[in-house]
Every structure is written in C-alpha cells, then in structure tokens.
C-alpha cells in the first residue's frame, strides 16, 4: 500500500469519464493508500505523472456542483496532508465569441485577467426562464504561482514549436485500444455551432443532426484550421462556475460579451476557496440546448494530455518548497479549520496525554533557550549542511561536541527554529528529548519513546483512534503499554505527518545499558526508513555512539569565536569593580587569552570568566590570563577549582 504523505498534487475530476482519462495519462499506477482520514468515503487513484506523485479523486455517480467538489478537496487534503498544487480536469462547455474562436475538442484553462482570479461564480438557477442571470462571486484567489508560471512556460513553448497533444493522445488510445471507440476525436463533421436563436427541444431526445440539421441559416460558420494553428487550441481567460448546467446560448453570449467568460462548468467555484488550483476543461459542447456527448471522451483526453504537460514543466524540489495547500486556504475557511484543527485541551484530551507519560520536556526547552545570547547558533542554522538536513526528507545530523561546547543550547535554538518555522504548518511534527545523567528515572528506554509519542499526539487535531484504544485496553486494568506498544503507535502517529523531526540532546548522558542505547537509537532508525522523519542528535564524542551515527551527516559543535567575544565583551565591564573601561589594552588581552584557551567549549569561557571577577587588580588578571588552564584538561581543573 502507498503512504499517503508521499503525494504531492492533488488532481480532481468531475466525471467518470475525467477520471479515466486522467488514469490513462499515468506514467505509472501505485497501490491505493495505505490509510485515509476517518470520515473520508472517496476513492483514489494514486499514481506518477512524469516526476510527481498523483492523488486522484472523482465525485460519485450522480453527484455535481460546487457543494460536492468543495466537500471533495476538504477530503481529499485531510487524507493526503502533503498535497502542494492542485489541478482540476474535466470536461466543459464553450462560450465562443468574436473574440475567442473556441471549438469543440479545444481547451480552456482558468487565468487571471486584470483583478479576475480566473474563476466566476454566478447563479444559474433563472437562466432558462427569463434569460437573466446574477453573478455570485468573483474569486481574487488566483491559480498558485507554480502553475500559472508553468502555464505561460508552456504557452510560449507552443506558441513556437505547436503542441503535442494530439499525438500524446494517439499513443495513449494505441496502448488502451478498448478506449479508443469513446474517447477518440470524433468526425469534424459533427461540430456544429447553431445561431443562438436556434433552440433545441428540452424533451425532444434526437440529435441535433436530425432534428436541426445543417442548414446554413442555423449554423455560425467557421473557416478550417490551417496547419500552422493549433488544433486543438488553447484558450486561457475567466471560467464561470454555477450548480446547474448551461443550456442557454443567449446568457453564454451575454456572459462573454460582459465578462469575457470562456466556459461554463459546475465545479470550479466550490473548490476555489478549500483547494486553490488550476481549472483544465477540455470542451465538450457550446453551452446552449445542443448537447455533444460524442465530444466528451476526447474532450476530457485533451484536457488529462494537458494537464500532464503542465505538471512535466515542474521540477519536484519547486513543489517541495511549496505550502501544502491545507495551510493556505483563505481566511475565513481557515479559521473554520482552525477550530477544527487546533488541539482542544479537554479533560479527555489531557488525561489520555497525561497517561502517556507525565514528563514535559517544554519547560527545559524554555529555560536552555533564555540562557542563549542573541546571535548564538546561527552558523549552524544558516550552514550548508543543516539547510540540507532541513530541506530533504529521512536525513539524520549528528552534532557530536566537547564538553561545554554548547551542545544543548545549540538544541534548544534548533528546536525554536523548527517551532517557527513549521509553527502553522500541521502536517509538519515536531518532538524533542534532553537527556540528561541526573534524570535517569525518567529516562528509561519507553519513558523516551513514549515522550516522542505524546509530543506528535498533541500536534495532532484529535487524539487519533489508536492512540484512544491504547488508553482504553490499559486503563481498566491499570497497567501500561509494552515498549512494543509503544514502538506501534510511534510509527502511526508519525504517519500522520508528511515530516517529522525528532531532536535529541546528549545522548551520552543516556545512561542506561549499552544495549538499550542500542535499541533505542535502532528503533528511531527504523521508524525514519518507513516514515519521513528527519533526525537531530548531539552527544560528547563517545565511540560507541558515533558508530550507531557513523553514514550520517556529520557537524562538530563547538562554540565560535564571534560567539564567545559577544559573551566576553558582555562581561568584561564589570571586572575590576567596573573599572575596566580605563584600560582597553587588558580587554584585548583578556578577549585574546580566553578565546584561546577555551578551544570552542562554551562552558570554560564562562568559568574564566567567573575567575576573573575575583582579581583585584590588573597585574593580578594579568598573571591569571599566563596561567589559563586550556582545552579539555583545562575544564576539568578549571571546574573542580570552581566547585571547591
């Protein structure tokens, strides 16, 4: 089975028909998903177009309208929470004017023209009585940035070297020859566009050939296309959406002489606010009382061929730096979401959290991230190698350091980054270990892996159902869950996710059997081969676990120079009873002798430091800088000095 956060573009379809064109355009066909959000009764096709991994949906038989596509895309986000770009490909009627010489088989793609987002929402429902017709919205939310400039990337390309829809076509209907009678270009012959007064009988079930005919009064006629036009064409402009078909050739005239309408559809305005994407209609029919369902099939081939020209102008590190779309709907939807979706911190809630484990990592992470200066750990963060670390999925960062190097602040300053960085961004989860020697009571191998386990919980919206039924098995019989159990739930919750980073400080101080260290680290390795964690950990520099870490990215803590002059010039104004701004000499030898000394450790600057403070005067400083005790040596006798 495929795991759902591994997709990235979100493709819709509103018919049948849409949906087996767009299945016939897969480069390759995946499992369906793994698992899918609760209350979600839609079915997927998951699968690659070029370089990106697919997720399509159809609306069930028999159902239409904007309603149903907005109910669809909410679904459909909820199950696949990594879904970046959205596309929706279907099959539309055409609104051809003076200006726009659209055909039957052509394709329309909404665009933004001047403060028109690319899509109109109008109401349809007095269109057939007494022509008249009142627009409900314009929507501003234009197609994301990635798509519209791949859009005009591929409208220039054609523009100079003729597309290759036709072909892509061709091949597809040659490898799946049971399509071909359906979805197939029909015979030119058979689009007719009729003068708007020509009406075709709403209860009269013969085609329009042999009830309307081809009579030239009744018909519009239109020169061939030569061969250095494009047949099919492109169509890019404004897309009105409504909950009923358009079957009236007067208002679709009306509307694209007002509006510079290109086609009608019945979708698009439901999904504008809950999935912002690009809307790809292939046309099916003119938009009046002559229907053409011998154009559908290829209508929606056309639009799928498309579609997948679109995507493969996308390179897939541009998606990846994409929001996932769940993050960027418009205000007022996400505020809904957002009731929705933020933890709301009840009884139930808590006590489930609580039982878990009682310990709370957040108040360390507080009190180590107010001991930082300001500046401190920004070589790490804007390094290669972190932003590396950051950008690509299952990467582990080993940061082994000396003692005092300023190994845990350097943590609590990631764990603040990635808090920031991911702060609304819910299908990112975040979880965090400080180990440390003097906790080892809490810190026993599922005491750690529980902590992981409780800190995604609580990013979640809800408690999900199998942490739910974990509590409920133990909580009658009082007992708690084996470390298996816990391994279990650790990797579902993850799955939730589309990333997961887990940060873990100074595992030397881990101090339990070497064989849980072992176990621990073998688990959280594994979890990060089937999940898309990434993993962050420091430790001293011990040999047993620089091995577990040794095919991992690799960086040294150590404390820099910038950072300790900062520190150092912090308290330099307060020796000698505050008399040093008189000597500025001594306070270039003081900033000289410590940096020296203290070879990157963090921890022995400050105790030199606190050394000096006791001098009474400058000759006494003086002989104190000659005799600094240096490097790992040094902070031991420095720190035994101090303790005495």
């Known amino acids: 089975m495929s795991n759902p956060n591994d997709y990235t573009v979100g493709w819709i379809c509103a018919i049948g028909t849409a949906h087996v064109a767009a299945q016939a355009f897969l480069d390759e066909e995946h499992e369906g998903p793994e698992y899918v959000s609760t209350n979600d009764n839609y079915s997927y096709q998951l699968g690659r177009v070029g370089k990106h991994n697919v997720v399509i949906a159809v609306l069930p038989d028999g159902e239409y ?14 199950s696949f929470p990594n879904v970046r770009i959205g596309l929706m490909v279907s099959i539309g009627g055409g609104a051809p004017s003076p200006n726009h010489d659209i055909r039957l088989g052509d394709i329309v793609v909404s665009a933004p023209r001047g403060e028109k987002g690319g899509v109109l929402q109008y109401d349809s429902g007095k269109t057939i009585q007494d022509r008249t017709f009142v627009t409900k919205g314009l929507f501003n939310q234009r197609p994301p940035i990635i798509l519209r400039a791949a859009m005009n990337g ?29 979805y197939e270009r029909p015979d030119p012959n058979t689009d007719r566009l009729y003068q708007s007064g020509v ?4 209860n009269d079930s013969s085609s329009c050939a042999v009830f309307c005919g081809d009579d030239i009064s009744k018909l519009i006629l239109r020169p061939g296309r030569t061969d250095h036009e494009d047949n099919p064409a492109i169509h890019y402009g404004l897309i009105a959406s409504a909950n009923q078909l358009m079957k009236d050739a007067s208002v679709r005239d009306r509307l694209a002489a007002e509006m510079d309408v290109l086609c009608f559809e019945m979708e698009a305005a439901g999904l504008m606010s809950h999935f912002p994407c690009l809307v790809i209609r292939g046309i099916c029919d003119y938009s009046d009382s002559h229907k053409n369902n011998e154009w559908q099939g290829y209508a929606a081939m056309v639009a799928a061929a498309y579609a997948k020209d679109i995507l493969c102008r996308i390179r897939p590190n541009r998606v990846e730096a994409e929001k996932c779309i769940i993050n960027i709907l418009s205000a007022d939807v996400q505020e809904g979401v957002d009731k929705l979706l933020h933890v709301q911190h009840d009884h139930e809630h808590d006590t489930v959290l609580d039982w878990l484990t009682p310990i709370d990592y957040g108040p360390l992470q507080s009190d180590f991230l107010n001991r930082h200066k300001e500046g401190t750990g920004q070589w790490l963060l804007n390094s290669k190698t972190f932003q590396m670390w950051l950008s690509t999925a299952k990467q582990t960062l080993f940061c082994p350091g000396n003692p005092g190097a300023g190994k845990t602040i350097m943590t609590s300053i990631v764990v603040d980054y990635l808090g920031m960085k991911f702060e609304n961004d819910i299908s990112v989860g975040i979880a965090f270990l400080y180990c440390n020697f003097q906790r080892q009571q809490e810190q026993k191998l599922a005491d750690l892996l529980a902590s992981l386990l409780k800190q995604l919980v609580q990013r979640r919206p809800s408690i999900p159902e199998n942490v739910k039924s974990l509590y409920g098995r133990h909580k009658e019989k009082r007992t708690r869950p084996s470390f298996d159990e816990i391994l279990k739930e650790l990797d579902s919750v993850a799955r939730l996710y589309s990333r997961v980073f887990i940060i873990i400080d100074a ?29 962050f950990a420091t430790s001293r520099f011990i040999p047993e676990i620089e091995q577990q870490f040794e095919k991992c990215k690799r960086m040294e803590i150590r404390a820099q120079r910038d950072e300790i002059l900062r520190y150092l010039d912090g308290r330099i104004p307060h020796l000698l009873r505050s008399q040093m701004s008189k000597y500025h000499d001594l306070q270039d030898l003081i900033r000289r002798e410590v940096v020296k000394a203290v070879d990157g450790m963090f921890l022995l600057a400050q105790l030199h430091v606190d050394s000096l403070m006791s001098k009474p005067t400058v000759g006494d400083i003086k002989l104190a800088l000659r005799n600094l005790p240096k490097g790992i040596e040094g902070l031991d006798v420095t720190y035994e000095h101090a303790m005495k």
Do not use: C, W
């Open 154 to 182: 591929l409208k220039a390309e054609y523009e100079v070297k003729g597309h290759q829809l036709e072909d892509a076509i061709n091949n597809v209907l040659q490898k799946n020859p049971r399509l071909q009678k359906k």
């Open 65 to 78: 309208g904007t309603s149903s596509a907005a109910s669809m895309a909410r679904d459909m986000l909820h």
């Open 199 to 202: 009406v075709h009988p709403q």
């Open 507 to 535: 595992l030397d101080e881990y101090q339990a059997l070497v064989d849980d260290r072992r176990l621990f680290l073998r688990s959280i390795f594994n979890l990060q081969a089937h999940v898309h964690v990434n993993i």
